[in-house]
């Protein structure tokens, strides 16, 4: 089972940014996609952005032209570079590896968006 520890959560002001990392103990380009999820406080986790292995990228409505995802083989690493940052946001951020039919999470990583 591959093991994802996601870093880069903390505190911002509205309108900061934040760059979270997922580092994978396999190859992330072995993957039939990875991608970031979150959940707030009293609801659902929810998608956010996801990168398959030929590079096709998908975002949320809520996140589209704020936050962009990216992948670096070499170091078995995915990122979500949030910018524009708004409370909404605020959430536990949680990587997620599609290997079908299977599906592995990290333990995730707090974001917090003051205004």
């Known amino acids: 089972q591959v093991q994802l520890v996601e870093s880069g959560g903390g505190l911002a002001q509205t309108g900061g940014s934040l760059r979270l990392s997922c580092a994978a103990s396999e190859s992330v380009s072995s993957f039939n996609a990875m991608g970031w999820y979150r959940q707030a406080p009293g609801k659902q986790r929810e998608f956010v952005a996801r990168i398959n292995i030929i590079g096709n990228i998908n975002y949320s409505d809520s996140v589209k032209g704020r936050f962009t995802i990216s992948r670096d083989n070499a170091k078995n690493t995915v990122y979500l570079q949030m910018n524009s940052l708004k409370p909404e946001d605020t959430a536990v951020y949680y990587c997620?590896?599609?290997?079908?039919?299977?599906?592995?999470w990290g333990q995730g990583t707090q974001v917090t968006v003051s205004s």
């Open positions: 997620n590896a599609l290997r079908s039919p299977r599906s592995a």
